[in-house]
């Protein structure tokens, strides 16, 4: 099963965090087959909050909210099950100083053609 583990911390203290630390253990979890992907992020001061409401598409610098702890970063996984993706996210190195929150990756429905036929017409 897929999940996201988002890390969460204050920014200034993952700034200060030794990005090598970050690259073994992500070198260390790609090895296992455990690592689909991931990638540090930006300060939050980079980010654009978009959204679109009656049609209309509007923008704000920022983040959508502000708290104490900004999302730095990001791993998608494969674990068996919540238990192993729970224990490979607890070594994730910045979890010593922010949180990492573990999330199950929901897989999108799509409608199938009713027949080939249909799926041949449709533009």
Excluded at 26 to 42: T, V
Excluded at 84 to 107: F, H, K, N, Q, Y
Aim: aromatic share 6%; with cysteine; hydrophobic share 35%.
């Amino acid at each position: 099963m897929k999940y996201v583990c988002l890390v969460y911390g204050d920014e200034k203290a993952m700034h200060e965090f030794p990005d090598e630390e970050c690259v073994a253990y992500s070198e260390e979890i790609g090895a296992s087959g455990h690592r689909l992907g991931g990638e540090a992020l930006q300060p939050v001061e980079t980010a654009t909050t978009i959204r679109v409401r009656g049609g209309s598409v509007s923008t704000t610098d920022g983040p959508f909210a502000e708290t104490k702890e900004q999302l730095a970063g990001f791993y998608l996984i494969e674990a068996r099950d919540l238990n192993e993706a729970i224990r490979l996210a607890s070594r994730i190195p910045p979890a010593r100083i922010g949180s990492i929150e573990v999330r199950p990756v929901r897989e999108l429905m799509t409608q199938q053609p009713r027949s080939a036929g249909a799926a041949a017409e449709a533009p």
